[in-house]
C-alpha cells in the first residue's frame, strides 16, 4: 500500500523556537494532504488541509500565523510551529490521498513534539 | 458545520459475540464517510468506506440516510479486532473514536 512518513518522530524544542515537520507521500503524488492534532486519550483534531500549490485551509481557532503550513511539491508537505510554547506540545499526524474526498487517505507515523 | 459523532468511548466484548460501533454524522449533501482502525503501536489505516460497500475483515457498515447514521458492525467478534476505531466523514473529520476490547 501507498506510504506516507513523518519526520521527525519525535522532537524537544525550547520555547521560542520553531520547529518544522515533514510530511512526505513516497509512492505516490498527493493531491491533497491534511494535518491533525492529538491530544491524549482523545481523536484527531483536523487542523488544516492542503492541496499541492494552493494555500492551506485551517479549521475555525487553529491560528495560521502560528501552524505553518507548505505543501510545495505533490509528494511533501511541512508544518512549522513557530514560536513554540508547552502548551504546543502534542502528537502531529499527517495524513495524504491521491484522489477526491471519497479515495483512501494515508497516514503518517506522526511526529511527538515537547516544547519545554 | 460537518460534524461526526461516536457516541461510546469504549466497548467491551467477549470473543464471538456481535460488534456495533456507532457513529452519526451531521452535515448537508451527500456525505463520505469511512471507518478507520489503530491497532496497538500502529499508524491509522482505512477499514472501509461507503462508497465502496464492500466488507473487510468480517465489518460492514450501512448509510442510514434517515438516521445519518454509519455504523460499524460484525458479527462475530475476534481478539485480534481489539483497537481504536474512529469514523471520519467528509473533509477527514474524525469522530472522538471508539476502543474495542474484545475479551477471551
Known amino acids: 500500500g501507498a506510504v506516507v512518513s513523518q519526520h521527525p518522530s519525535w522532537v524537544i524544542c525550547k520555547s521560542g523556537t520553531s520547529v518544522k515537520i515533514e510530511c512526505r507521500s513516497l509512492d505516490f503524488q498527493a493531491t491533497t494532504m491534511f494535518w491533525y492534532r492529538q491530544f491524549p486519550k482523545q481523536s484527531l483534531m483536523l487542523m488544516a488541509t492542503?492541496?499541492?500549490?494552493?494555500?492551506?485551509?485551517?479549521e475555525q481557532g487553529v491560528e495560521k500565523d502560528k501552524f505553518l503550513i507548505n505543501h510545495a511539491s505533490l509528494t511533501l508537505s511541512t508544518l512549522t510551529v513557530t514560536s513554540a510554547h508547552p502548551e504546543d506540545s502534542s502528537f502531529y499526524i499527517c495524513s495524504a490521498r491521491m484522489g477526491g474526498m471519497n479515495t483512501e487517505a494515508f497516514f503518517g507515523q506522526g511526529t511527538r513534539l515537547t516544547v519545554v | 458545520a460537518q460534524r461526526v459523532t461516536q457516541p461510546e468511548k469504549l466497548l467491551s466484548v467477549f470473543k464471538g459475540a456481535p460488534v456495533e460501533l456507532k457513529c452519526n454524522y451531521s452535515y448537508s449533501g451527500s456525505p463520505e464517510l469511512f471507518w478507520y482502525v489503530q491497532y496497538s503501536r500502529q499508524r491509522l489505516q482505512l477499514l472501509l468506506r461507503?462508497?465502496s460497500r464492500e466488507s473487510i475483515k468480517g465489518f460492514t457498515a450501512d448509510l442510514n440516510k434517515g438516521e445519518t447514521s454509519f455504523h460499524l458492525k460484525k458479527p462475530f467478534a475476534q481478539e485480534e479486532d481489539s483497537a481504536m476505531y474512529y469514523c471520519?466523514?467528509?473533509?477527514?473529520?474524525f469522530g472522538q473514536g471508539t476502543e474495542l476490547s474484545v475479551k477471551p
Open positions: 461507503h462508497i
Open positions: 492542503s492541496n499541492e500549490g494552493s494555500k492551506a485551509t485551517y
Open positions: 471520519a466523514g467528509g473533509k477527514l473529520i
